[in-house]
């Protein structure tokens, strides 16, 4: 199934605000077994001269793909999300992001393609804080595998 | 201590670690990051896709491969760039000892402005799990 060529060049309204709480960043570096305690110990995240902690470095996974599934599950796309799989993810960081942060995230799509059957999309999500400030940008592509390569 | 950029060179290990990865882990990475995708946590669901079983998210091992850099580092926001592609599914069976996750990583490029380029390989079971993982840094 070909991909609707109108999404390629969209960008998307700005997410509602996402407000990081130290909890949360708590709970992922946990779930990832990371004990670094800038992740976990305010004393130590400000003896590296942060705020308050910061999130592991691919907590802004948690921020963009809600604005990147979003558009996928999109039916004018026609991307089948039952097969979906997460092709390549790329993060790049201007700054950690840090309990406390409100961040807003503006999704692009980037490519939308179809190889040996895979439909393939790639979107770039910018992450900022409510004051315009650039935490980090991620680059991620999904791919609804084709039906009968199931298994690679 | 963020090691000096002056001390690192070209092919410079960084210090290796091993990751197990069991069907719990998994269920905790689901809830922690909001990814509830069945694949991740039922094997009827997973194998009638075509998967051999349960598969660990990307993310997940995305998440854990990073770490033999930001433990190397001490500061995680060192860290200015990270990317992979996801090449091979990390099978994880119904069992206590789950899976486990091999990462190398070492320093393959300086460059001028006091960032290094780190080439990251994972492999589960011998097989490499994720293509073109690199990371730069920045460095005293």
Redesign the interface.
């Known amino acids: 199934m070909a991909l609707n060529q109108e999404f390629v060049g969209r960008s998307f309204p700005p997410s509602p605000v996402y407000q990081v709480g130290r909890e949360k960043i708590r709970e992922f570096a946990t779930a990832i077994g990371d004990s670094n305690p800038v992740f976990h110990d305010p004393a130590a995240a400000v003896a590296l001269g942060y705020s308050d902690i910061i999130a592991p470095p691919t907590f802004a996974i948690i921020v963009s793909l809600k604005a990147v599934t979003g558009v996928a599950h999109d039916p004018e796309l026609g991307l089948d999300y039952s097969r979906v799989v997460h092709g390549d993810q790329r993060f790049v960081y201007t700054r950690p992001i840090c309990a406390g942060d409100e961040l807003v995230v503006t999704a692009t799509i980037e490519s939308a393609r179809t190889v040996a059957g895979n439909d393939m999309l790639s979107a770039r999500a910018d992450v900022a804080t409510t004051a315009g400030e650039h935490v980090v940008t991620t680059y991620s592509t999904i791919v609804a595998r084709a039906a009968e390569e199931a298994g690679a | 201590m963020i090691p000096a950029f002056a001390d690192i060179e070209v092919g410079y290990e960084l210090p290796a670690q091993d ?1 197990p990865i069991t069907r719990a ?1 998994l269920v ?2 689901c ?5 509830f995708n069945v694949i991740h946590w039922n094997e009827r669901v997973a194998t009638s ?4 079983n349960v598969i660990a ?4 091992t ?3 491969a ?2 033999v850099v ?2 190397w580092l001490g ?3 060192a ?8 090449t091979r ?1 990390v099978v994880v069976p119904d069992d206590d000892k789950g899976a486990t996750v091999t990462v190398n990583a070492k320093v393959t490029e300086k460059r001028d402005d006091n960032t290094v380029l780190i080439t990251i390989s994972a492999s589960c079971d011998d097989a490499t799990v994720l ?2 993982a690199q990371a730069i840094v920045r460095l005293p």
Do not use: I, N
């Open positions: 990751f882990d905790r990475y809830g922690a990051s909001g990814d896709v075509g998967l051999p998210h990307g993310m997940f995305m998440a854990e990073v770490r930001t433990d500061d995680p926001g860290l200015l760039d990270y990317g992979c592609r996801f599914p293509g073109k």
